[in-house]
Nanobody
């Protein structure tokens, strides 16, 4: 069982930055692929970024590539999402998720993640 708690969301102007954190409970954190997803108002949840077990493999949605950076610290059981050059279209509730699968193409699959946080709101004003 893994419990996830996101933090770091808030209101920021376009062009600004935020850093989201996701703290995980449990002793097997390093055996999970970790992902960030977001759900814009009135839209479906979508993939943002994912990181493999050791942090060496990262995956990004085209819409955030070059602006967002995902990383993890297994010693702290925490995954991060550094978001730079934020745009109004990045406004959403951001969720972190843990998936007990081999990282690769499966990181895009919402249904492959077993555990989810409660979400944190990110609002980007124009």
């Amino acid at each position: 069982q893994v419990q996830l708690v996101e933090s770091g969301g808030g209101l920021v102007q376009a062009g600004g930055s935020l850093r989201l954190s996701c703290a995980a409970s449990g002793r097997t954190f390093s055996s999970y692929a970790m992902g960030w997803f977001r759900q814009p108002p009135g839209k479906e949840r979508e993939f943002v970024a994912a990181v493999g077990w050791s942090g060496g493999s990262t995956y990004y949605a085209d819409s955030v590539k070059g602006r967002f950076t995902i990383s993890r610290d297994n010693a702290k059981n925490t995954v991060y999402l550094q978001m730079n050059s934020l745009k109004p279209e990045d406004t959403a509730v951001y969720y972190c998720a843990a998936g007990p699968f081999v990282p690769g193409s499966l990181v895009l699959r919402i249904d492959k993640y077993a555990y989810w946080g409660q979400g944190t709101q990110v609002t980007v004003s124009s």
